[in-house]
């Protein structure tokens, strides 16, 4: 189905959808899916970052590669909107492409952690659209970890420590995913987007399409997500 048109309205900002997870839940996975069917009016936020490039990226596409030396001017010059050390390396959003984006009434999607996600809603509180990606269990976490390859072993093994701390900020979002099928993971993150973009509108063929989708959004807020996240972080 295609994304309904609603009526937007003069002078309509943009949105942030800020999506997070521990690595290996899925949410690159489920941003470039978005970005696929939505570009150009949702635009991914590339961040800078410090850390080496890894094999199938593309500078500008999955980051912006800068050197420790680079990365602090940067900061220094406030350029950045969040930036934060994370496994020994620095990542960073930067302010001036997503203002410009929200006054042009563009929509810019955030692959980031739960660090990241807190600053930039605090930066832009009524513009930002929260979602928070869980795993199906912390062995499937471990599991698609190991798959990738791409990390040493020592890496996998903070990274999957790590998990449980990104995890336990779960409660900071609007909306949880659980990632056990991505189609249907999927789908509720697409749900999610939209009817927070098109709102309300006062054609019945546009409206009837919202409806099915806000019923999709209210679905997943009552599957569970919130007691299943208790249960992946040790909460009863």
């Keep these: 189905m295609t994304a309904p048109r609603g009526d937007d309205g003069p002078g309509r900002r943009g949105i942030l959808l800020i999506v997070s997870s521990p690595s290996g839940a899925g949410k690159t996975t489920l941003t470039r899916r978005l970005l696929a069917e939505f570009s150009p009016q949702l635009a991914f936020s590339v961040s800078y970052t410090t850390r080496p490039q890894r094999p199938g990226e593309a500078p500008g596409r999955d980051y912006h590669f800068v050197t420790p030396e680079v990365f602090e001017a940067m900061v220094e010059r406030g350029e950045f909107a969040e930036h934060a050390f994370v496994f020994g390396n620095r990542y960073g959003t930067a302010r001036a492409p997503v203002e410009t984006a929200l006054a042009r ?21 009524a513009d930002a659209l929260k979602v928070f990606i869980l795993p199906p269990g912390l062995d499937a976490l471990a599991s698609r970890l190991q798959n990738r390859a791409t990390d040493a072993p020592e890496v996998i093994d903070r990274r999957l420590r790590k998990a449980i701390e990104e995890l336990a900020h779960y409660d900071e979002y609007q909306h949880l995913i659980v990632n056990d099928d991505l189609d249907r993971a999927y789908a509720v ?17 546009v409206a009837y399409r919202l409806g099915e989708l806000a019923r999709l959004v209210e679905c997943n807020r009552t599957s569970g997500a919130d007691a299943h996240a208790r249960r992946l972080v040790g909460r009863r």
Excluded at 109 to 124: H, K, M, N, P, S
Excluded at 189 to 205: E, F, K, N, S, W
């Design 105 to 125: 009434d563009g929509d810019v999607i955030f692959d980031v952690d739960w660090q990241g996600g807190a600053t930039l809603a605090e930066r832009w509180p």
């Design 189 to 205: 993150l697409r749900a999610i987007y939209l009817t927070r973009r098109y709102g309300t509108t006062d054609r019945p063929d």
